[in-house]
Every structure is written in structure tokens, then in C-alpha cells.
């Protein structure tokens, strides 16, 4: 069988080598050797017969290589060989291997960092069974925006559509946990059919039935694992057992699987979804109508109906439902988004965007490496033609150069999967701002896949062209004695080159840092509408049968803001429904006297603040005209409201707001009085202009709020009263939950969290580039005075002044920065577009930042060059002239 | 190099190996001479093609070899036919008769 000979002699060629290798030597020896037999027998001379039998078998060693190549488990073999060979390379060029595989390690290093970060957000699949058929099912309302649904649409919703399986809503639900120290958890209510829609299935006990599904039998609910571990000991008897939460008592159905992380409600300022609960509606409850926005809707849509299909047919859903009830709806129409688009869709800009930066990084790293390599490769050509005179092929060499530098890439990523294996704690201690699944950003196979494409690719990208230049060298002018390595015309162009593409990648990558610096600075410039310093915010919902009454519920916020306002260096304290930047969207509609819609689902709506006195004074939130809220605005006195200045000029552009009269959400409410118009503050982040705001008396509301932030404006640092404040909200009421007790600012700083996280990489990335490029200019500025030592000696010796030597070296050096920033800015111009999204009143191509990084760049690279030239300077023209 | 030196395709190098081994073994410049001798000198198969192809088909099985001494009592390594190797060649010949006929006919044909 002619298969097993060839594993079989593939085995001997391997193992029994050195056997193998003499008895080639033997067999092509003996042939040269009778061959000059005879020759001799023909009558030639012994001497002419040695050199015609030399000349007719073309070299002993060739041959033999020949025949190796030829030979079965050759590459292996080779392989093998030339990383042995690779090894004893490096271990003779410590100094070159350090600085390579350093390079090297920062390059894939940071590659694989971004990497994994892409990995474990964007490319892991969603954790339910068959995503890509997921779809979240919006209405639209009048503007084309996409908007929640209300219970009884989604009941028309899901009995009139064919094209999905299965329909479900959710919605978000804080419940306090009271078991132990009271606790406010991230839930969600859920219809009973939700998880098995996703997919999902309780590790232990049972999913939510159908017939828990309604208001009578709702106090169900489900744990996530982590809640199940952390609050109940992993108990494993919980099934069944009551939990009591929020003053009532829930049955545990299940706890479900450790691998299931809720990726619903993502909120950078809250946790993760820790409890469902059984949503538990039906029609004839008052929320449950048709213009109560707050649930979202998500559908499995059935096999073969495309996207067109299932959007045709929930819009002539939609417009049936329209004109059967015009009253309760804005517009018709459905907006679909896939799943995967709703819940990844926000991260996929910033990383595609840092991905491209770092892969800029790692070309620079290329480029260095192929610049160390060209450097060294001077030195080698003598080796090089030794090995070629002794029978080596073009490829054997370039493969044998490109192993040696594959060999480098791999040390290289090795030591660059420290970077990548500490990224979690890195994006834990940077704050990335909201990206979501980042418990999944680890190492795995697809992280250690991707590290070892990018050695291998850097490996042969960095060797390839110092590679084909090496195995170029001319063996009879490198052989001769006393030849000494100078670099090629071509040698020094391609080294050129890469200086000039490293500092136009890296000019790329600074602009692009500074860029994003600008717009941070810029937004930082922004003023909240508030004055964040020396405030301390704490959270809370009260809890408690007796809070029932909204007047204890009044009264215990009035008492517990005069605890606060008492204690030493606070200087005022308030509390309010919300707080600006801290994420919630508490938007009621805007209904003003005289100007209403016919439809008033039409009628603008306006953020509310449900506030106690105090609040604008804490927040310093600045009074434009009329009062503000006065301890005397009670439940027998006039209903009153502020509006922001934007509220103001929108509804009553051309006349007087105070003293004009709205009401707010539903219109069987008494009429409230504008009194007061009070500063735009930015709600929903720096970066957008304000909307329409309003803040209504606590104390007078009929509806008073059960979840406030307290605000306390404090002398001193504020995380210093924190303890304070909280031990005189608990001497009140000590049952009562605190959550998010942090200083205001932090709220300011979450909101620009994203834009610090992208910043700090790309200016970590630009700075490695920077590093780099500098180490490159310098690699080549002092390699070249070394190789001019000898002109510049004889410059000097026949007058040539100091002055002129250093301009001499620094022109040729500032040629190749010179035209790195005209390509780096080209560059830019084109890419930094793609950072326009994350960019704020900053323009892509600002003039300021280019001129400002294109200085520090020049002069970073200029001394670079200088410390080379100083040198050059210094030549002493004797021992130039000696150094022959 | 020679005047009448033949680039010589693969195949047909390993036709005529085969073909010079057919009555007797031979090392590495016997197979040489031998072709020469009977292709009248239109084939001089140099070293660096040979040995190449005796080890590959040696691999492949056609082949065997064993150490034995030359005509100078040199120790030479002798290649002679295994089976494989009597019937490849067989299957060769006739591949090769066939290729002939069909490019002399084609040659026929011009005229």
C-alpha cells in the first residue's frame, strides 16, 4: 500500500534522521565519486577528472537539499527545523528579541483586548433559544418615534396576528425585598409566557403558569441565580416558599439557570434584573388601557413569514385599531426592531470605532517590527549567503526568515494575553458607560483564535518585505572578506516608508484622540442646568402599610427633609420624584388651558419633577421669574406648578406663561397655576438640548410620589454626611430602604462615561502608536549617523561646521515626518468622520486639534531624530576616519 | 549545459527510471548511464533530478533499495523493481503508448 510507505518513511524521515542524512551523504558522495572513476578510466587525469565530475553533479549539497525537499513530512520537518533555528537566533539577539516581542506584545496585546471586549458583547449569541427570530414590536406615535404599548393593544396585538408565534410583554418593576436589610431589586413583570417565548427554562421548580396570569393570583415570581445565591443562601428547598417584598408576601416558583443574564432594562446606574414577577393584568384594570404606554412588547416571529411580511401585517393591525378607537391613539403603525439590534445596536458604533483604532495600532507595531528587521537584516546578509552557497533556496530563506518571525509574533501575543486577561477588571475600574453582557467579556476560544490569527498575520505582514530583501543579497559580494553590512538604496527607501506610514498612523490615531478629548472637555463645558458639587443624593421607596395614606406619605417626606435640613454643614435638603441624569424617563402630558388638542394624546408632554420646597435652593436651579414653591403650597391652597424656561417659550411663545393654567396627564384634575419659570436642566444627558419640564408641589399633588431622591446640599465634601443622612432618615422611619447614596456629580459623571471610556482607550491606543512611531524615527535616524560616521568625519575634517552636521541630520529625518503628517492628516480627514457620532461641537476635521496634534507630534518625532543628530554632531573626524 | 539536454516533465522522467530498472538493479549513475545509453544520449538525467525521484518512489513504494558494492568495490545504494513499482509501470507504458499515438496522429494531421 503506497500510503503506508509514505507514513512510514515520513516516520523514518523524522525520527531516524541523522541514519537518513549519512546514508544520503554516503549515496550522493559515492555517486560524485564514481563518476570521477570514470573519467579517470576514460583517461583523464585524476586532477581534471575531480573537477569535470565536480562540475557535471552541480554540488554535493544541493543535491542533497534537493532531495530533502522532495521527501515525504518535508514541511513538518522544515518547520521544525526552522524554529529551532529561530530560537538560537533570538537567544543570540536578547536585546533585539526584547524590544520585538515588546512591540509586538503591545500591538496584539491591546488588539485582543478590544477583541475580547467585541467578542463578549456583539459576536456571543444572545442567550435564548433561536434569537435571530426575536423581534420587539413598538407603536408609533405621531412624531414616527417608537413608543411602548399599552396592555389592551398588545391583547389585540396578539389574538389578531398570524405572523408570530407567540407575543409577550414586560415591564420594569422595583420591588423592596425585606427580608433582612431592606432592598431594592431590579425586576421586571413579565406575562406568564415570556420565558417560554425566550426560551429560557427554570433550573430549579417551574416557569410562571398561564393561570397565574391575572390580578388575583400575580404574587408569583422567579429569581435569577445570582439573587437566589446572594439573598437565600442557594437554599435549595425556596420553591414554594413566601418571600415577603414592598409590604407584601410572593411565592418563589423557580430560580432560573446561572447562564441566563436579563439583558431587558439596561441602566449603567441600576444593577442587572435580579426578580420576575407574573405581569398579572387584565382589561378592566385602570393602567392596562390603551394609552398607558409602559410595556414592551417582544415577539417570536414564525418560521418562513419575512420581515415585510410581519410588518405589513402588524401596521393593518395597527390602523384597524387606529380607526376604531381614534381618541386613544396618535398615529397608526408598528415599528419592528430585531431583538439583537434593540439590545446591542447602542454598542456596536463604539467598538466597531475603537476595533479600527486598535487595528491602526497594530499596524504600527508591524511596521516597527519590519523596521527592526530591515536594521538587523544588514547585519545577516553574510549569514544569509552562506546558507544560500551551501544549497538554500530563495523560499527555503524566506520561509526560514518568515518562521523566525512568526516565532517573534507568538512570544509576542503570548505576553500580550495579560492585557487581554486583566481587560475585566480594566473596563470594571474604567466605567465603560452602559455597554451591556460585559460579564461575558473573557477569555475563550474565539479570543485565543483571533490572538493567534493576528501573531501569524503580524508575523508574515512584518517579515515579508525584510524577508524578499535578504534572500535578494548577492552571495559573491557578501562573501568576500571584509565586505561590510551597508544598507542598499532600496534598503533605506522601504525603512523610509515605514517611518513615514508609522507617524501617519499614529498622527491618525492622535487626532482621533484628540478629537474625542475636545468634545469631553466641551461637554464637560456644558452647564447641567444645576450646580452638581457639595450634593448628596439617596434614594428611596417607602414602604409600609400606613404610607397608604398620602398624607402620612406627605407628611413623612416633610419631616424627614427637615431631619436632613438640621444636621451640622447642611446647608439645604429636598427631595424630588426624579433627579436630572439619573436616568429616568417620568414624562407626563402636557394639557395647557386653551391650546389642547382635540385628541389631547397629542399634546406635548413634559418631564415632572413631583418636588418638596427646597429643591430649586439644593439644586441650585436658578429662578428666572415668579416664586418658587413655598411650605404654604398645600392641599388647601391653589394648585401650583414651575415650568423650565424651554416649557415656557414652546407653549406660549408670543405671551406671558405665569399665570396661565394646565393640567397634567389626565384632565380630570383640577387646573394648576403657572407661578413660577425656573432654568432649563438637562434630563436626559449633556449631550442633548433640554426638553419640556415641569416640578409640582409634593405637598399638594393628589398623587404624591412614593420613590424620591432625597438632594443635601452640604459645606463639606458630601460623601462625609452620608452616614449622617442616612441615620436621620432611619431615626423617622428605620424599615426604610436607601439605595444610590452618592454624591450628585457622579451622576454627571455616569452620563459621560461612555465618551471617558472611548476616550481613554483611543488615547491609550495613540499613545502606544506614538511610543512606537518615536522608537522607529529614532531606529532609523541612528542607524543612519551610524552608517555615516566615516562621510561625516571627512565633512568635518574638511571644515564642515557642526551646525551644518545636525541640520544635515535632522533634514533627512524631518523629510520623513513631513511627509508622515501629510499622509496622516489625508488620512484623517477621511476616517475621522466614522467618529462624528461620538463627537460633541466639535467639528471631524477641527482645525484646532489638527494643528495642535500635528505640534506635538513634529516635535515628539524632531527629538527623536535630535539625540541621533547630537551624536552625529560630536564625531571626532579622527576616529571616524580610524573606525575603517 | 549539453546541446541536446531535454527538459524532462515529471512523469516521464519516472517512466524511464522505472523502465531502466526493469532487468536489473542499479545505483544512482548506473540508472543515469543507463538511460543515456538506451535514449541514444537525448536524455542526460542530472543528480539533482535524480536522486530527488529514486527517493520519492522509493517512498511511494515502487521501489526498494539496498546497500551492495559498485563495479570499485565502492558501497553504493542499488534500486531495483517491487511489485507496485512493475505494475505503475506497466500502467505507465500504456498511458504513455496512448498520449504518443494520439500526438503523432495530431502531428499527422497538420500536414
Known sequence: MPVWHRIRSMARNVFARERV?????????????????????????????RRAARIESEGTEQIKEQVRSSRGGKTLEILWQDLRYAVRMLRRNPG????????????????????????????????????????????????????????????????????????????????????????QLNGLRVTSNYFRMLGIHPELGRDFLPEEDNPASRNVVLLSHALWERRFNSDPNIVGKAIAMSASSYVVAGVLPASYQSLMNQDPRGGTVEIWRVLGYDVTLPFACRTCHHLV??????????????????????????????????????????????????????????????????????????????????????????????GASRGRIV??????????????????????????????????????????????????????????????????????????????????????????????????????????????????????LRSLAQLLNV?????????????????????NDNNVLRQYFKDAVERLRVLPGVQSAAAASQIPLGGNMDEYGFHPEGKMNANPELDESAERYCITSGFLATMRIPLLRGRDIEPSDSLTSPGVILISATTAKQIWPNEDALGKRVKIGVLDHPWLTVVGIVGDVHHVGLDSTPNMQMYIPHAQYPFPDTDMTFVVRSSGPPRAIASAAGQAIHSLDATQPLSRVMPLEDYVALSVQGRRFALILIGAFASIALLLSIVGI??????????????????????????????????QGFVLILAGVVLGVAASVGLTRFLASMLFNVSATDPFTFALVIMLLVVAALLACWIPARRAMRVDPMVALRHE | MTPNQTELLQGTLDLLILNALTTTPLHGLGVARRIEAVTNGTFRVKPGSLFPALHRMEEEGWLSAYWGESENNRRAKYYQLTRAGRRHLEKETERWGRISLAIARALEARG
Open chain 1, 778 to 811: 529614532y531606529g532609523v535616524t541612528a542607524y543612519s549617523v551610524a552608517q555615516r560616521t566615516r562621510e561625516i568625519g571627512i565633512r568635518v575634517a574638511l571644515g564642515a561646521q557642526r551646525i551644518e552636521v545636525l541640520t544635515l541630520i535632522l533634514r
Open chain 1, 297 to 390: 412588547a417582544v415577539g417570536r416571529v414564525k418560521a418562513g413569514v419575512s420581515f415585510a411580511q410581519e410588518k405589513a401585517e402588524m401596521d393593518t393591525i395597527s390602523a384597524a385599531l387606529m380607526k376604531a378607537y381614534p381618541k386613544e391613539y396618535s398615529a397608526a403603525g408598528v415599528i419592528l426592531t430585531p431583538l439583537r439590534e434593540k439590545l446591542l445596536g447602542d454598542a456596536r458604533t463604539p467598538l466597531f470605532i475603537l476595533f479600527g483604532a486598535v487595528s491602526l495600532v497594530l499596524l504600527v507595531a508591524c511596521a516597527n517590527l519590519a523596521n527592526l528587521l530591515l536594521a538587523r537584516s544588514t547585519n545577516r546578509q553574510r549569514e544569509i549567503a552562506v546558507r544560500t552557497a551551501l
Open chain 1, 527 to 547: 452647564s447641567p442646568g444645576f450646580d452638581a458639587g457639595h450634593v448628596l443624593t439617596l434614594r428611596t421607596s417607602v414602604l409600609g402599610q400606613r404610607y
Open chain 1, 96 to 183: 533585539f528579541a526584547v524590544v520585538a516581542i515588546v512591540t509586538l506584545a503591545l500591538g496584539i496585546g491591546a488588539n485582543t483586548a478590544i477583541f475580547s471586549l467585541v467578542n463578549g458583547v456583539l459576536l456571543r449569541p444572545l442567550p435564548y433559544r433561536d434569537p435571530g427570530k426575536l423581534t420587539i414590536i413598538w407603536e408609533q406615535d405621531d412624531k414616527g418615534k417608537p413608543d411602548n404599548v399599552g396592555y389592551a393593544t398588545y391583547l389585540d396585538w396578539k389574538s389578531q396576528n398570524k405572523s408570530f408565534e407567540d407575543l409577550a410583554v414586560y415591564s420594569s418593576w422595583q420591588p423592596i425585598l425585606q427580608t433582612g436589610e431592606p432592598e
Open chain 1, 399 to 516: 520561509r526560514q526568515l518568515l518562521a523566525e518571525n512568526c516565532l517573534l509574533a507568538f512570544l509576542g501575543a503570548a505576553v500580550g494575553l495579560i492585557p487581554a486577561y486583566l481587560t475585566p477588571r480594566v473596563l470594571a475600574a474604567v466605567g465603560t458607560g452602559g455597554l451591556p453582557r460585559l460579564e461575558g467579556v473573557q477569555m475563550d476560544w474565539r479570543v485565543l483564535v483571533f490572538t493567534a490569527a493576528a501573531a501569524l498575520l503580524t508575523g508574515i505582514l512584518s517579515g515579508l518585505a525584510p524577508s524578499f530583501r535578504l534572500s535578494k543579497t548577492d552571495v559573491h559580494e557578501s562573501l568576500k572578506e571584509g565586505a561590510r553590512g551597508s544598507a542598499s538604496g532600496a534598503s533605506r527607501r522601504l525603512r523610509g516608508m515605514l517611518v513615514v506610514s508609522e507617524v501617519a498612523l499614529s498622527l491618525t490615531l492622535l487626532i482621533g484622540a484628540g478629537l474625542l
Open chain 1, 21 to 49: 542524512e549519512r546514508e544520503l551523504d554516503v549515496e550522493v558522495r559515492g555517486y560524485s565519486a564514481m563518476l570521477e572513476e570514470e573519467k579517470m578510466a576514460r583517461g583523464m587525469k585524476p586532477n581534471e577528472a
